[in-house]
């Protein structure tokens, strides 16, 4: 008798449905790809020259008129390759450019001949312009704009290079910047921070305006300070050259280089449950039980009923 009931009960009990997801396992990207993943490379050919517009006659570079340029600069390609592509097990890692700073495509970081597989753009940064000391070539001071953040996070490091300027008078030449080191605990080095510091020597060249637009192509540099990265390179190392231009705000001036465009980087292969989460997955396709809901619920109903009549009839008294 009452194992009818009790089967009725454990009967609505197992047929009642259950929409309970799947358990799923988000699967996560490794190595330098994870928190850069949205800021990727060009896999377009990296052209090897600036286009120069057509020269606008009559145009002199004065002190009154020293308004236009930029300077394009790849700081150290070992650096950018370092962050960029990172050491075995780097996560997080990024290079991004803002407040007037881009990464161009310029002299990225390849391997088998495509930009930096992990995601992160590795060009060399264009700086744009912001103010000029102008007295002739040979000595003017340029200041440009932009912060480039270097971000290695399995390193302990976040390396700002910030608003470099050039400086140059009696046949010398500096490249200045504000550099800063953050570092988290278990870095190797104390963070710092020094800003306007001289970065390094530049070779200047014999170079004059053309109709108001000075270029310094290829400049050699290396680094003065071995302070300004913890001490991870030394004074006398070889920078990448930069190139600069200074221009009248009647010249014109070559087109800005392209910049690094976004691909969508490699996620690594994985044998896990690649069933995405569930706010990802279309409504209709939530993981299934098998049962039809409503109609296990009614089923599940009308056996508890039977269950239940099985129990009053056994124990209806009966007539003598
Ligand atoms: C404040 C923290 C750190 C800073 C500023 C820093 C900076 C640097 C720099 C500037 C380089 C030279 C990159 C190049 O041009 O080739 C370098 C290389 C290297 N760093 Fe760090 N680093 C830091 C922390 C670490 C930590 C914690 C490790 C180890 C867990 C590490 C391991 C390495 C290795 C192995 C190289 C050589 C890479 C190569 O030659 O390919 N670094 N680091």
Partial sequence: MSVSLVTGAMLLAVLTPTTTPVTTTTTTATATTTAAATELTSTTAVPSARVVQEAAPGCDLTSANARKGDLVWGFKKSFRQYVGVGL?????????ATNGATITALDEVLRDGVPNPAGIPTGAYRFTFDSADYTSPTQFTARYRGTVAFSYPTHFFTLLLSDPWVTTANGTATLHADIELKATPGAPTQPSNQPDVALARLTPPAAAPTNGLLTWPDIPATLTTAEAFGGFYQAGATLDPLTLTLAADCATVPTAPPTANPVVAPVA??????????RFRPAPDLASTGVDAEHSLWAGVVLLLAGLALVLAAYRPHRT
């Avoid at 075995?88 to 890692?93: F, I």
């Avoid at 292969?269 to 569930?278: G, K, Q």
């Fill in 88 to 96: 075995p097990g780097a996560t997080g890692n990024s290079i991004t």
């Fill in 269 to 278: 292969a994985t044998t896990e449950n690649l069933i995405p989460i569930a």
